[in-house]
């Protein structure tokens, strides 16, 4: 069965922290690995990564890929208020019907205190 | 403004009800996508659909049946038969499988 499985479930840390969110994922037909942010409604869309050991940074936002030990972190430096969201981990898969398909895990609830 | 409506933001029904939840997008994607997401168990896929007449089931299809007649349109019913129905819905779309999927704001089902 395909798995994908956050940690921590929530975090509380300060204005000004540094914070790493871990995924790890089973799966069969790996194809890449996307974040998402939930605020209040809608997730909206961090990054997709499909290659091993290439970083990928937005802001004070980044994210690497290990294929080999199937996991993936996300960092935030000098976090803000405005960074408190759920952080949503999710695997595409390849091949056949499944094409395309996005396996979720849980969330991590991050709480952002001023 | 390109992107993912979803109608309404709240609905309520009561038990033995069928419901239908509207998901439409003006993206020109082929792809279309339904979740539930319940409390501390992240989202879960219900149906998908990579192109008009066609859609396949999720992990989560019981209960639920959609259509794909229009490639803007993506309705999901909520049936009878559904145990559990109560959680919020998102609708997403993408360019094309394997892409990055943009989701509508969800619908917040209630059933009593």
């Known amino acids: 069965e395909d798995k994908v499985v956050q940690s921590p479930l929530s975090l509380v840390v300060h204005e000004g922290d540094t914070v790493t969110l871990n995924c790890s994922y089973e799966v069969t037909n790996f194809r890449s690995l996307l974040w998402y942010k939930q605020e209040k409604k809608a997730p909206t869309f961090l990054f997709m990564l499909?290659?091993?050991?290439i970083e990928k940074k937005s802001g004070r936002l980044s994210s690497i890929l290990d294929k080999k030990e199937l996991f993936s972190i996300l960092n935030i430096t000098a976090t803000q208020t405005g960074d408190s969201a759920v952080y949503l981990c999710?695997?595409?898969?390849?091949?056949?019907?499944?094409?395309?398909?996005?396996?979720f895990g849980q969330g991590t609830i991050l709480t952002v205190h001023p | 403004d390109g992107g993912i409506t979803q109608s309404p933001k709240y609905l309520f029904r009561k038990e033995g009800q069928n419901v239908t939840l509207s998901c439409e997008q003006n993206l020109n994607h082929d792809a279309m996508y339904w979740y539930r997401q319940d409390p501390g168990q992240g989202l879960r896929l219900i149906y998908y659909?990579?192109?008009?007449?066609?859609?396949q089931k999720g992990d989560i299809a019981e209960g639920y049946s959609v259509s794909r007649e229009k490639k803007e349109s993506f309705p999901l019913t909520v049936t009878s038969a559904q145990k559990n129905p109560t959680a919020f819905y998102l609708c997403a779309s993408s360019s094309d499988r394997g892409y990055e999927q943009y989701f509508g704001p969800g619908t917040r089902l209630t059933v009593t």
């Open positions: 659909s990579q192109i008009v007449n066609d859609f």
């Open positions: 499909t290659s091993s050991g």
């Open positions: 999710a695997v595409s898969h390849a091949g056949g019907t499944s094409y395309g398909k996005l396996t």
